[in-house]
């Protein structure tokens, strides 16, 4: 029963640090593929210290899901050419603003994209892109929700969002000058 006790407790703590998401960098020139395998089709190829978005640091094949930061393109790296870096911390806000009730069941959203570049909103697995200026609405169920918000030269913006049946939730993507 120890034994037992004691792998449950090793599994709640190393499980989160697994799922963390860092800054890093690639250590040579390296494919970004389309999936976790030499495999699959080769989306670019990324230059030796370019920087990414780390997702997280469990391995599939050996291969890491990242972001290129630069061209805010997703894919797999071997995880024998990622260097971690700086740890990125969930927002405890989130990101979407609640709206109040709506005569839709599944919760509403509204994206509008405020500035001059492409945006990638990923929920949970759904990903959308949004152009330079572009508003749009859609549904998702009710439920909790892992989001990453990114575009090129951006650091990677993560949360997650509890979105309420019978609500709508609104968004404005905008860039802040650096101080």
Not at 141 to 163: C, H, R, W
């Amino acid at each position: 029963m120890k034994k037992l006790f004691l792998l449950c407790l090793l599994c709640l703590v190393f499980i989160p640090v697994q799922s963390q998401s860092y800054l890093g960098w690639v250590t040579s020139t390296v494919n970004l593929r389309e999936g976790p395998d030499t495999s699959y089709k080769v989306i670019t190829s990324l230059n030796e210290g370019s920087q990414i978005f780390i997702s997280s640091l469990v391995e599939n094949n050996g291969f890491v899901s990242v972001i290129d930061i630069a061209s805010n393109t997703e894919g797999y790296v071997s995880k024998n050419f990622v260097k971690v870096g700086q740890e990125i911390e969930m927002s405890s806000d989130g990101i979407l603003q609640n709206m109040g009730q709506t005569s839709s069941y599944q919760p509403e959203i509204e994206i509008y994209n405020n500035t001059k570049v492409a945006l990638t909103l990923k929920m949970n697995d759904k990903k959308y892109s949004f152009y330079s200026k572009e508003r749009r609405k859609f549904n998702l169920p009710p439920g909790s929700y892992k989001y990453t918000a990114s575009a090129p030269g951006v650091i990677p913006d993560i949360g997650s969002e509890q979105l309420e049946n019978n609500n709508g939730y609104r968004w404005e993507f905008i860039l802040s000058p650096k101080n």
